[in-house]
């Protein structure tokens, strides 16, 4: 089945640890993103790629780091930098980085600073 | 910058009601509007897209609707089923965004049998 698979599900982060959230997809999709969700908020933008070896902050990028050396793959690194990293986090894409493509998502990753 | 709200934040009605959600948006110059659906603890599911040329779309018994003028789109579910309990979510796509999506916050559904 084609999607987006998401890994860890849960994931604890000790202070001052980075840690690093899994997101790979088989839809052939160009474009990839990360948003954080959360409680009472809506969805917000941590970083965006339009296409391999190429990516863009979003709205709140501090303390975050990609990278996307595969088509396949974005894989979001939260580094000790990020003062508030507990939050769900998903990731989703599309077909092109352009209008009207449908946006598909990952089931998530919860991270709880412990 | 594009802002989008969803009234109300909670709705709980009866097994068998039909009910709209509603959302609306600041700015008009949009690619499209989605819908989502979110369970508890998991993550999105698309229900409908709405691209900036339409006025509805239809799946089933949800019906989506776009009004860019007055900045608004509803979702329109017929019939509702305790299994439609859920976070709804709408997100527009502005121009310029290249693909990025301005979610609302969402409207929790209670269907009670």
């Known amino acids: 089945d084609g999607g987006i698979t998401q890994s860890p599900k849960y994931l604890f982060r000790k202070e001052g640890q980075n840690v690093t959230l899994s997101c790979e997809q088989n839809?052939?999709?160009?474009?990839m993103y990360w948003y954080r969700q959360d409680p009472g908020q809506g969805l917000r933008l941590i970083y965006y790629s339009q296409i391999v070896n190429d990516f863009q902050k979003g709205d709140i990028a501090e303390g975050y780091s990609v990278s996307r050396e595969k088509k396949e793959s974005f894989p979001l690194t939260v580094t000790s930098a990020q003062k508030n990293p507990t939050a769900f986090y998903l990731c989703?894409?599309?077909?092109?980085?352009?209008?009207?493509?449908?946006?598909?998502f990952g089931q998530g990753t919860r991270l709880t600073v412990v | 910058k594009q802002e989008v709200t969803q009234i109300p934040a909670a709705l709980s009605v009866p097994e068998g009601e039909n009910l709209v959600l509603n959302c609306s948006f600041t700015?008009?110059?949009?690619?499209?509007l989605q819908w989502f659906r979110q369970d508890p603890g998991k993550g999105l599911t698309s229900l409908l897209l709405?691209?900036?040329?339409?006025r509805e779309q239809t799946s089933g018994r949800l019906n989506a609707s776009l009004d860019k003028s007055s900045g608004r789109s509803t979702l329109y579910i017929a019939a509702s089923q305790p299994g439609d309990s859920a976070t709804y979510l709408c997100a527009a796509s502005p121009f310029g965004s290249q693909g990025n999506l301005i979610f609302g916050k969402g409207t929790k559904l209670s269907v009670k049998p």
């Open positions: 709405i691209q900036s040329s339409q």
């Open positions: 989703a894409s599309s077909i092109v980085p352009t209008v009207n493509t449908e946006a598909f």
């Open positions: 839809l052939n999709h160009d474009a």
């Open positions: 700015d008009s110059a949009i690619y499209n």
